[in-house]
């Protein structure tokens, strides 16, 4: 995947909501809003287990405080960049104005591959790139949390180095979200981005008139996202037909057994090779006959190339831009419906925010409190988008993004002009 390409995406995108704002927001407005307020590159060097000294560059990037400190995640990957940072971050600002809390958008990133990193030597980058970072890192800056490559031991790891930079046992205030639940982190962040893409998705089918239940469904990914999202659909009673990860797919047109898969992939770190249906090509799984498409993996997935031969009437993103503008326009054509990705994988800022609050306010929550609060918001906010995209005859990517960038112009308007 190009970044360069990630990023000319999202502002392509910001674009098209832009033009349709020019006579509601002065043209210099709009001009500030599509370019991030801050973008920091810095240089790791910490000691490894090798007793060598092996640099690491990181970058962080904040788009917007206009309606409140930086939020984002710490993508960990060999390949990221500056520019996917910043793509990431515009996003960000738009899924927090979208889902409804007081953040703006935030995204950090570390180029290593995780997967070459042994446990130790990981959280000696992770606490590296803490101490070079820390001017960045606020309650009232920039909270980050995990992405793709990190998780919550890493942020556990943030929490202690910021802490004892401080010489204190704790901190005063929420400074990274995504924590294990003895650190201060509350219950289902982990399980929130995927609940929130099944809780979408739900809503969706009910929108289109369809039955969720016995409806088929094919999911990109079984992390986090796409594992969590499978196994919350199966429980709905959707049958769940193809799954797929970075090292191979499994189909079984009956349905696939989510919770013996699950089990298999956390024996094998892969779905691939599980005996409970057949091996099919990851690419492939993307064009077969189901109702619902779940890319939850990476970016830039449906294309141009793959969009004319998707055969599901809704393709619900659970991943960060997995479809290509041109890929989008393709699919709208077609006539069908897509779930942008700043409402469908919103449920992990979300419940971030959460507990944010829970940790400012000193706090606890409970996982029945958490989910019932998930499930109220994700509901919520996605008939707001499907309203305003049917009043306008807009689709759902158009109707959401226009409610974002609107909210934070108007949050821009209310502080004014000067700094």
């Known amino acids: 995947m190009s970044e360069a390409t990630l990023l000319t995406h999202a502002l392509a995108n910001y674009d098209r909501t832009a033009e349709c704002l020019r006579g509601e927001f002065s043209d210099d407005l709009l001009?500030?809003?599509?370019?991030?307020?801050?973008?920091?590159?810095?240089?790791?060097?910490?000691?490894?287990a090798d007793g060598r000294v092996h640099v690491f560059q990181a970058y962080v990037v904040h788009h917007s405080n206009a309606l409140g400190p930086s939020k984002g995640g710490i993508r960990i990957s060999a390949s990221v960049t500056l520019d996917d940072v910043a793509a990431l971050a515009m996003e960000m600002t738009w899924k927090c104005a979208l889902i409804g809390v007081p953040f703006g958008g935030g995204k950090s990133g570390i180029v290593a591959d995780p997967a070459s990193l042994s446990r130790h030597d990981k959280e000696v980058v992770i606490r590296s790139f803490t101490r070079n970072a820390l001017r960045h890192i606020h309650p009232l800056v920039y909270v980050p949390a995990p992405d793709m490559g990190s998780n919550e031991r890493d942020m556990g790891h943030i929490k202690d180095a910021i802490t004892n930079s401080m010489g204190q046992a704790t901190t005063h205030?929420?400074?990274?979200?995504?924590k294990p639940v003895i650190l201060g982190g509350i219950p289902g962040r982990r399980e929130a981005t995927g609940n929130g893409v099944a809780i979408t998705i739900a809503a969706a089918m009910a929108a289109l008139g369809r039955y969720l239940g016995g409806a088929k469904a094919i999911v990109q990914g079984f992390g986090n996202v796409g594992g969590i999202a499978a196994q919350a659909l199966a429980a709905r009673g959707v049958r769940v037909i193809g799954v797929s990860d970075e090292r191979g797919g499994v189909y079984r047109e009956e349905g696939l057994d989510i919770a013996a898969l699950a089990a298999h992939a956390a024996r094998q770190g892969t779905v691939a090779g599980f005996a409970g249906g057949a091996a099919a090509d990851g690419a492939e799984l993307l064009t077969r006959p189901c109702d619902i498409l779940v890319p939850a993996a990476a970016g830039n997935q449906i294309t141009a190339a793959n969009a004319p031969l998707i055969q599901a009437?809704?393709?619900?993103?659970?991943?960060?831009?997995?479809?290509?503008?041109?890929?989008?326009?393709?699919?709208?054509?077609?006539?069908?419906?897509?779930?942008?990705?700043?409402?469908?994988?919103?449920?992990?800022?979300?419940?971030?925010?959460?507990?944010?609050?829970?940790?400012?306010?000193?706090?606890?929550?409970?996982?029945?409190?958490?989910?019932?609060?998930?499930?109220?918001?994700?509901?919520?906010?996605?008939?707001?988008?499907?309203?305003?995209?049917?009043?306008?005859?807009?689709?759902?990517?158009?109707?959401?993004?226009?409610?974002?960038?609107?909210?934070?112009?108007?949050?821009?308007?209310?502080?004014?002009?000067?700094?």
């Open 31 to 48: 001009a500030k809003i599509r370019r991030p307020q801050e973008r920091s590159e810095m240089l790791l060097s910490p000691q490894l």
């Open 173 to 178: 205030g929420c400074y990274v979200t995504g």
């Open 313 to 419: 009437c809704l393709v619900a993103e659970g991943a960060n831009g997995p479809t290509t503008p041109e890929a989008d326009a393709i699919l709208e054509r077609r006539g069908i419906t897509v779930v942008p990705d700043i409402i469908c994988n919103a449920g992990g800022v979300f419940v971030s925010y959460l507990e944010y609050t829970q940790e400012t306010q000193q706090e606890q929550m409970t996982l029945q409190e958490v989910n019932t609060r998930l499930e109220q918001r994700m509901k919520e906010r996605f008939a707001q988008v499907h309203d305003l995209a049917r009043e306008r005859r807009l689709s759902l990517r158009q109707a959401a993004m226009l409610l974002a960038v609107r909210r934070v112009a108007q949050a821009l308007e209310a502080r004014g002009n000067l700094p």
